[in-house]
């Protein structure tokens, strides 16, 4: 997956890397499919379908049916689907339904989530090639 290609890549001594810019997705935007990004991704707009993205904030009013695949993501809309990230974040308007993949994860009081939250090491990400089936 491209989104976790830069975890196992090691820097350049006294290198810092570029910082990709800033992509978004406007509320009124509709995507069907996959979104790739290199970089941080915000989505104000509704995904139908995956996205790897290296960091995502899903907005408030933003709404997303499908897979993130993410370095990191914070999660303030509706989500509907699996997330597959070293470190999530539920903020208080978040409404997740579904299953969280991650090494760390926060949820603030007042978010919303149906599902489940298996734990996984970092290694687990770093291998994550393909998606697991989803399972009933």
Do not use: C
């Not at 499919?33 to 904030?57: K, P, W």
């Not at 993410?70 to 999660?75: K, Q, S, T």
Request: glycine share 10%.
């Amino acid at each position: 997956m491209a989104a976790f290609a830069n975890l196992s890549k090691p820097q350049a001594r006294g290198r810092k890397p570029e910082p990709l810019p800033l992509s978004q997705l406007g509320a009124a935007a509709l995507v069907k499919g996959v979104l790739d990004t290199d970089g941080e991704v915000e989505i104000h707009g509704t995904v139908q379908g995956r996205i790897n993205a290296d960091s995502l904030i899903l907005g408030a009013m933003g709404n997303v049916e499908g897979d993130i695949v993410a370095r990191d993501v914070r999660i303030l809309g509706r989500l509907m689907g699996r997330i597959f990230a070293l470190n999530v974040t539920l903020e208080d308007s978040a409404d997740v339904t579904g299953r969280i993949f991650h090494n760390t994860v926060t949820v603030a009081r007042g978010a919303r989530f149906e599902g489940r939250m298996p734990w996984r090491p970092p290694s687990y990400f770093e291998a994550l090639d393909q998606l697991p089936e989803t399972q009933p």
